[in-house]
């Protein structure tokens, strides 16, 4: 018999910066104050409406401080460092809470265009195998409509 694991949670919050990935890529970082009320997995836009969250395929939890200011800091850190692309509109505001220097805006094209060419590579690779899985199916499909036509035209030949 298995043993199952079990992880059990208590009542206390538990604030976190989180990452949303979406073909592998960065598409959106958040902080919020106790991720049990599931702000990292909510679809579309924020309850305020002023950013777009996105879709996303992964959320990965960093554990944070219980100080906001503290965990806004990290925040701005991480979004920074990677910039992802549903965020790019709003960078100078994080640029500022860091205090970086800005990077020229070729430099931020240049990243987005990467991010831009590994998200179309993902995506049309996962394309590939689809359209692969699509055409072997209905390929067995024909296979045994053929198998069946010629057992009905022998059977009517007898």
């Not at 554990?63 to 850190?77: G, I, L, P, Q, S």
Request: proline share 2%; charged share 35%; aromatic share 10%.
């Amino acid at each position: 018999m298995s043993k199952l694991k079990q992880k059990i949670f208590n009542k206390t919050q538990e604030p976190v910066i989180y990452l949303r990935y979406i073909n592998g890529v960065v598409s959106y970082i958040g902080e919020t104050e106790d991720w049990k009320k599931g702000r990292p997995f909510r679809h579309g836009a924020s309850f305020d409406q002023k950013d777009n969250t996105g879709d996303y395929d992964k959320v990965r939890l960093l554990k944070a401080n219980t100080n906001c200011e503290r965990r806004r800091y990290w925040e701005a850190v991480l979004i920074t460092k990677y910039k992802p692309f549903n965020q790019q509109k709003v960078l100078k505001k994080y640029y500022t809470l860091t205090n970086k220097k800005i990077e020229k805006d070729e430099m931020l094209y240049d990243h987005f265009n990467d991010k831009i060419k590994i998200m179309r590579k993902n995506t049309n690779n996962k394309l590939r195998l689809a359209a692969k899985i699509h055409l072997l199916k209905h390929y067995e499909i024909m296979l045994h409509l053929k198998k069946i036509e010629s057992e009905d035209s022998n059977g009517k030949k007898n």
